[in-house]
């Protein structure tokens, strides 16, 4: 496996000896992780290995037991996920939190709008609004420019997560958390998906919760491997996808590792 050290420049994401337990219970223990800037990662593990978990902590959605989080060389330990937001990073949820009453658009403006910090406004956004314009442009990067003005409970289901990248994309992230966005896609709309990961501007990193083994190789540079809240392996997607014991837990179900 390839190892990961940090080069001393500011690393995008930098989790040092994190841990989190509810009771007595440890979802994560003593967790190191490093992603650079622009780096796509993968993170996969069976259910209950503590990815969500992982998440929560790394958005402030609640604080860990111990260690610290460092997100593009700041320590946001402590920092409320508000102040987490604003420094750029952005998650997504593996329960949709669309307003499907609204058209693809609006869904896209509000979250634009939700954003810019001393920017509210109750009037219907209007057409000449610069942030109007920003909301096309990420509909276009999502693939869905041909329902922008679709109502959202009119779209498919992988169009709907589609919609959730691209709210995701608002207000210039610099790193994105996507917690499952291929559950429950078909084949034809995880290839769509895998196009739009790929396609996203390249200063964008992100960590990507995957339970599909091919969708998760393909969009990443690096893979983490979680079990029982633990980092068990991490490597290169080739290396990862050859590793005997990575094989076993994912194809033979062995839950010893
Ligand atoms: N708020 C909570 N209170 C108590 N236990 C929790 C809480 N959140 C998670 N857990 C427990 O922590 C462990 C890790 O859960 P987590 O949801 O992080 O796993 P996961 O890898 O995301 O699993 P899945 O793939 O099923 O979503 C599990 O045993 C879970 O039951």
Do not use: W
């Not at 999502?142 to 959202?152: F, G, I, N, Q």
């Not at 992988?158 to 210039?172: I, K, N, Y």
């Amino acid at each position: 496996m390839t190892a990961r050290v940090s080069t001393g420049t500011e690393n995008a994401l930098e989790l040092r000896a994190v841990s989190k337990r509810f009771g007595a219970l440890a979802a994560l223990s003593d967790i190191d992780l490093t992603v650079q800037p622009g780096e796509r990662r993968a993170v996969l593990g069976s259910n209950g290995a503590g990815k969500t978990t992982l998440f929560n902590c790394i958005t402030g959605d609640f604080p860990p037991s111990d260690g610290a989080i460092r997100f593009f060389g700041e320590d946001v330990t402590g920092f409320p996920a508000q102040e987490r937001i604003r420094r750029g990073l952005r998650r997504t949820y593996q329960i949709s939190l669309l307003f499907t009453g609204l058209t693809v658009l609006d869904n896209v403006y509000l979250a634009c709008l939700g954003v810019s910090r001393g920017r509210f406004s109750f009037l219907r956004p209007r057409r000449s609004s610069p942030l109007v314009a920003t909301a096309e442009d990420l509909v276009d990067t999502v693939h869905l420019s041909d329902v922008a003005e679709t109502r959202v409970s009119d779209l498919s289901y992988g169009q709907q997560r589609q919609l959730e990248v691209a709210m995701a994309l608002a207000g210039a992230p610099r790193f994105i958390l996507f917690d499952e966005p291929a559950a429950g896609l078909s084949p034809t709309e995880r290839r769509e998906l895998v196009d739009i990961l790929t396609g996203l501007p390249a200063h964008i990193g992100y960590i990507i919760i995957e339970h599909d083994m091919d969708v998760a190789l393909r969009v990443s540079d690096y893979v983490t491997m979680m079990h029982n809240g633990r980092i068990f392996k991490e490597g290169k997607p080739a290396e990862i996808e050859e590793d005997p014991e990575v094989q076993a837990l994912y194809l033979g179900g062995d839950d010893s590792a």
